[in-house]
Structure formats: C-alpha cells, structure tokens
C-alpha cells in the first residue's frame, strides 16, 4: 500500500481558487496513475480528475476548464489547481493512486480533505 497525505483544503468563496497537494510514500510498487476523486454529503464518490505517469489526463465534465491536475512523477506527488470554485463543488477531496504489484493493480486512498465554497 501507498500512504496518501493530502493537503490545502479549506474554505473559500465562489470564483476563487484552491490548489491541493497530494503527497504519496515511498513504495516498491510502481504507481501507475494518481487522481483526484470527491464526494459531498449525500451523495456518491465521484471521479474529478486523473494523470497517468505520460501525462495523460481526464477530467470529469463538470470541472474542465476550470480544474488542472499535475503531478511530479519522481516525487510522486499530484496537485489540483481549482479555479473558478462553485458552490457545488463543495466536498470532500480524496487523492487517489494505482500502483502495479505482484498481485496486480491495488488502488490507495488518502484521507481526503475539505473544501467549501461559500456563497
């Protein structure tokens, strides 16, 4: 497993901007793509963005254009810079990795961390 420490939650009116950072252990296993997942209360977890190890991305519709992920691959670090925040947006933040073991693919996840838009 992966130990995920995520960071730079916090509260913020709508239309500023937050960037989160997730820092990930060192592991034996290689890490194969790091994402950024969210869940608001009542509802389900939702995919925000991922970045394979190339550099490829994917976004989820609600968040292009005002969403970047990067990440530093020998670091082993990923970031979300959120810009232009809605209301809607508020939720918890989980950093997300997959790592390829022996075993196959075994996902890790951090502990996430708030972020609240305000009116």
């Known amino acids: 497993q992966v130990q995920l420490v995520e960071s730079g939650g916090g509260l913020v009116q709508a239309g500023g901007s937050l960037r989160l950072s997730c820092a990930a252990s060192?592991?034996?296993?290689?890490?194969?793509?790091m994402g950024w997942y969210r869940q608001a209360p009542g509802s389900q977890r939702e995919l925000v963005a991922t970045i394979t190890s190339a550099g490829s991305t994917n976004y989820a519709d609600s968040v292009k254009g005002r969403f970047t992920i990067s990440r530093d691959n020998a670091k082993n670090t990923v970031s979300l810079q959120m810009n232009s925040l809605k209301s809607e947006d508020t939720a918890v933040y989980y950093c997300?990795?997959?790592?390829?073991?022996?075993?196959?693919?075994?996902?890790?996840w951090g502990q996430g961390t708030q972020v609240t838009v305000s009116a």
């Open positions: 060192r592991s034996t296993d290689t890490i194969n793509a």
């Open positions: 997300k990795t997959e790592s390829l073991t022996v075993y196959g693919i075994v996902s890790s």
